[in-house]
């Protein structure tokens, strides 16, 4: 009787075991579907929060699209266009067997189990155990504590880079920001060509992608490498908010997306992390047809999360700045010491005082580390210059060489990118009425304040006017493309300026008429500083015409222009300039233009352009005039 007694209680206990285990299982397997059904309910494909991370945007038509075109990027086959499927899709991912370490969707998209946890309230326990070292090892390197928006100003001979960039900064514990990380969008882009360049960037030729790297890496590239002084701003983000931030980062690296020049760039795509670490912000909404660096940095300061700007120089602006305190001599005298041949022991006493030598030794100091930037100097023929002099600037003690250098006006300080002018003039006697648009960038008369000095880069440049006498409506011009760099050159850097030009231009034929024909114009040159602290530039071109009044419909064309640019005040800005072109193909005209512009800063916003000019066509005289009312928008 007790032996029955205790087997069945032993096989009543074994049920009920079996039971419960069933049960567990049973509950087990369906979790997923349980998180899908209160997924659906909450209508989480719908929320802004699983839009940005997937970087989605209404189509033109109905639906929506991601802006990544990386099938990486997606779980779901239709994840692109289908935010519910790629949301599906993600949590029964998230559920999958165990993978290899960093390959299971749990490593891969962090941002998105943050926010899917923080919507569904996912136990944890549930989630299958996973090796995810490499983004450990990541979280605990970065530590993530504030970020930074960092904008480098543009380079002025380098297409890829005269519009500016923006990149992201994570600061941790560290004391010394070099060793932060940033966050870089980017093209895959090595052309040199301005108008290969501009071209491929205009049609989504290139793809962008996303990295996590040191800062100190940005910074040498940058403010070393390139000499593009660089603007910091601090953003207004919680440690929490920050902490989103990076996950995001994390699950977008190696994650590319079809980069396009004049929108979805560096900064629009670098907006989607800013509407992470906040989703209450509209950042990437309120951008418009055409996004820019600088558009990035307004739209941001707008929204109240950036605080005021930190200026860190290049080492260009250096080197500029500490030979600014010395003759020639002593300019050639630190030169002499970086190429190696003279000895830092050579500066006597007798030939400068201590503070002069100081100001030599430093600025040699500082040539020496550009040939090695410059890859033109070995590690050990560097460290054997470099310490040479180092010895004898320590023996010279502090002195009073501070360098501090003034920081210039701020990207945000400038006008905004697309221009509207509205004015009038004459020409050849008959008086017009004109309409200018500029839809992106900068112009060399435009006010240079946040901007490059003698940098110009246009799209779709248009000029229309009305003459009243005639009740005639005109295009005067319209440049596709127009980019223009005159870099100057000095005793240490020595770039060569160039030009490229293609678009409609109203020109005058040999018979003196007017005509509208397609215009090809390229050149290369050099460029100067001016005793009036301005830039001195000459090119020499070639033009190419193309249109039916032509011979042939197509000429060519050598020639020359000269310019002189110069900053006469903050507010007041005037650009001379000579043009000759003889062509000898498809035509025999000769073609002499001069002109004088200016253009006056009214406010940050609004400037009143005044253009004189003058032009000899085989005999037939172009005088005009006009004036321009000019809104930056």
């Given at each position: 009787?007790?032996?029955?007694?205790?087997?069945?209680?032993?096989?009543?206990?074994?049920?009920?075991?079996?039971?419960?285990?069933?049960?567990?299982?049973?509950?087990?397997?369906?979790?997923?579907?349980?998180?899908?059904?209160?997924?659906?309910?909450?209508?989480?494909?719908?929320?802004?929060?699983?839009?940005?991370?997937?970087?989605?945007?209404?189509?033109?038509?109905?639906?929506?699209?991601?802006?990544?075109?990386?099938?990486?990027?997606?779980?779901?086959?239709?994840?692109?266009?289908?935010?519910?499927?790629?949301?599906?899709?993600?949590?029964?991912?998230?559920?999958t067997p165990s993978a290899p370490d960093?390959?299971?969707?749990?490593?891969?998209?962090?941002?998105?189990?943050?926010?899917?946890?923080?919507?569904?309230?996912?136990?944890?326990?549930?989630?299958?155990?996973?090796?995810?070292?490499?983004?450990?090892?990541?979280?605990?390197?970065?530590?993530?504590?504030?970020?930074?928006?960092?904008?480098?100003?543009?380079?002025?001979?380098?297409?890829?880079?005269?519009?500016?960039?923006?990149?992201?900064?994570?600061?941790?514990?560290?004391?010394?920001?070099?060793?932060?990380?940033?966050?870089?969008?980017?093209a895959d882009a090595n052309d040199t060509?301005?108008?290969?360049?501009?071209?491929?960037?205009?049609?989504?030729?290139?793809?962008?992608?996303?990295?996590?790297?040191?800062?100190?890496?940005?910074?040498?590239?940058?403010?070393?490498?390139?000499?593009?002084?660089?603007?910091?701003?601090?953003?207004?983000?919680?440690?929490?908010?920050?902490?989103?931030?990076?996950?995001?980062?994390?699950?977008?690296?190696?994650?590319?997306?079809?980069?396009?020049?004049?929108?979805?760039?560096?900064?629009?795509?670098?907006?989607?992390?800013?509407?992470?670490?906040?989703?209450?912000?509209?950042?990437?909404?309120?951008?418009?047809?055409?996004?820019?660096?600088?558009?990035?940095?307004?739209?941001?300061?707008?929204?109240?999360?950036?605080?005021?700007?930190?200026?860190?120089?290049?080492?260009?602006?250096?080197?500029?700045?500490?030979?600014?305190?010395?003759?020639?001599?002593?300019?050639?005298?630190?030169?002499?010491?970086?190429?190696?041949?003279?000895?830092?022991?050579?500066?006597?006493?007798?030939?400068?005082?201590?503070?002069?030598?100081r100001e030599i030794l430093d600025l040699?100091?500082?040539?020496?580390?550009?040939?090695?930037?410059?890859?033109?100097?070995?590690?050990?023929?560097?460290?054997?210059?470099?310490?040479?002099?180092?010895?004898?600037?320590?023996?010279?003690?502090?002195?009073?060489?501070?360098?501090?250098?003034?920081?210039?006006?701020?990207?945000?300080?400038?006008?905004?990118?697309?221009?509207?002018?509205?004015?009038?003039?004459?020409?050849?006697?008959?008086?017009?009425?004109?309409?200018?648009?500029?839809?992106?960038?900068?112009?060399?008369?435009?006010?240079?304040?946040?901007?490059?000095?003698?940098?110009?880069?246009?799209?779709?440049?248009?000029?229309?006017?009305?003459?009243?006498?005639?009740?005639?409506?005109?295009?005067?011009?319209?440049?596709?493309?127009?980019?223009?760099?005159?870099?100057?050159?000095?005793?240490?850097?020595?770039?060569?300026?160039?030009?490229?030009?293609?678009?409609?231009?109203?020109?005058?034929?040999?018979?003196?008429?007017?005509?509208?024909?397609?215009?090809?114009?390229?050149?290369?040159?050099?460029?100067?500083?001016?005793?009036?602290?301005?830039?001195?530039?000459?090119?020499?071109?070639?033009?190419?015409?193309?249109?039916?009044?032509?011979?042939?419909?197509?000429?060519?064309?050598?020639?020359?222009?000269?310019?002189?640019?110069?900053?006469?005040?903050?507010?007041?800005?005037?650009?001379?300039?000579?043009?000759?072109?003889?062509?000898?193909?498809?035509?025999?005209?000769?073609?002499?233009?001069?002109?004088?512009?200016?253009?006056?800063?009214?406010?940050?916003?609004?400037?009143?352009?005044?253009?004189?000019?003058?032009?000899?066509?085989?005999?037939?005289?172009?005088?005009?005039?006009?004036?321009?009312?000019?809104?930056?928008?």
């Open positions: 009787m007790t032996r029955s007694l205790l087997r069945h209680t032993f096989l009543a206990f074994a049920f009920v075991l079996c039971t419960a285990a069933a049960s567990v299982a049973e509950d087990a397997a369906t979790y997923p579907d349980q998180l899908l059904c209160k997924a659906r309910e909450a209508h989480l494909a719908e929320q802004r929060g699983w839009h940005i991370l997937l970087h989605y945007k209404k189509k033109l038509t109905v639906g929506t699209i991601s802006r990544i075109s990386d099938p990486a990027f997606f779980l779901s086959r239709t994840g692109r266009t289908d935010p519910e499927a790629e949301l599906e899709a993600t949590i029964h991912a998230f559920f960093g390959e299971h969707p749990i490593c891969r998209f962090p941002a998105r189990l943050a926010w899917l946890s923080e919507q569904l309230h996912v136990d944890p326990a549930r989630l299958p155990a996973t090796a995810c070292s490499e983004q450990k090892e990541q979280l605990r390197t970065i530590d993530a504590r504030s970020a930074v928006l960092v904008f480098p100003v543009g380079h002025i001979n380098s297409p890829a880079s005269m519009f500016g960039h923006t990149l992201i900064r994570i600061d941790g514990s560290s004391k010394s920001s070099l060793i932060s990380y940033a966050v870089n969008y980017a060509n301005g108008f290969l360049y501009a071209f491929k960037g205009l049609s989504g030729f290139y793809k962008g992608y996303y990295s996590l790297l040191p800062y100190y890496e940005k910074v040498k590239e940058y403010a070393d490498l390139e000499h593009r002084d660089m603007w910091e701003y601090r953003l207004r983000l919680s440690r929490e908010e920050v902490e989103r931030l990076l996950l995001h980062a994390l699950e977008l690296q190696r994650i590319s997306s079809d980069y396009y020049f004049l929108d979805e760039n560096c900064s629009y795509n670098l907006l989607f992390l800013l509407e992470a670490a906040r989703p209450t912000l509209h950042l990437s909404d309120q951008t418009g047809v055409f996004v820019l660096p600088t558009n990035t940095i307004d739209i941001a300061r707008q929204s109240g999360i950036l605080e005021d700007a930190v200026y860190r120089p290049s080492q260009g602006r250096r080197i500029a700045q500490i030979a600014s305190l010395l003759d020639e001599q002593g300019q050639q005298a630190a030169l002499e010491l970086a190429q190696g041949k003279r000895e830092a022991k050579s500066l006597h006493a007798g030939d400068a005082g201590d503070e002069q030598r040699g100091a500082e040539l020496i580390q550009l040939r090695l930037s410059r890859k033109e100097l070995e590690p050990q023929d560097y460290n054997r210059l470099y310490l040479k002099i180092l010895a004898e600037r320590s023996a010279l003690g502090k002195g009073e060489a501070a360098y501090d250098i003034a920081p210039p006006p701020p990207p945000d300080a400038g006008h905004r990118t697309s221009t509207v002018g509205i004015g009038g003039g004459a020409r050849r006697g008959d008086g017009y009425i004109a309409v200018h648009l500029q839809p992106a960038f900068h112009g060399l008369l435009d006010p240079d304040q946040g901007y490059l000095a003698g940098a110009q880069i246009k799209f779709f440049d248009t000029l229309v006017d009305y003459v009243p006498e005639q009740e005639r409506l005109r295009l005067r011009t319209m440049h596709l493309l127009d980019i223009l760099s005159a870099a100057p050159r000095d005793r240490f850097f020595r770039p060569f300026s160039w030009k490229i030009a293609a678009g409609w231009d109203t020109e005058v034929m040999k018979d003196g008429r007017d005509s509208l024909i397609f215009r090809l114009n390229s050149g290369g040159g050099l460029a100067r500083r001016s005793p009036f602290g301005g830039i001195l530039y000459g090119f020499a071109e070639a033009d190419i015409n193309a249109g039916k009044r032509l011979r042939g419909s197509v000429a060519a064309a050598p020639g020359v222009s000269l310019g002189a640019l110069e900053q006469v005040r903050d507010w007041w800005k005037v650009q001379v300039l000579g043009e000759a072109f003889f062509y000898v193909v498809g035509d025999d005209r000769i073609s002499l233009k001069a002109s004088l512009a200016q253009n006056f800063r009214l406010a940050q916003h609004q400037s009143l352009a005044l253009v004189l000019s003058y032009g000899d066509v085989s005999g037939h005289a172009v005088p005009e005039a006009r004036v321009l009312l000019n809104c930056y928008f």
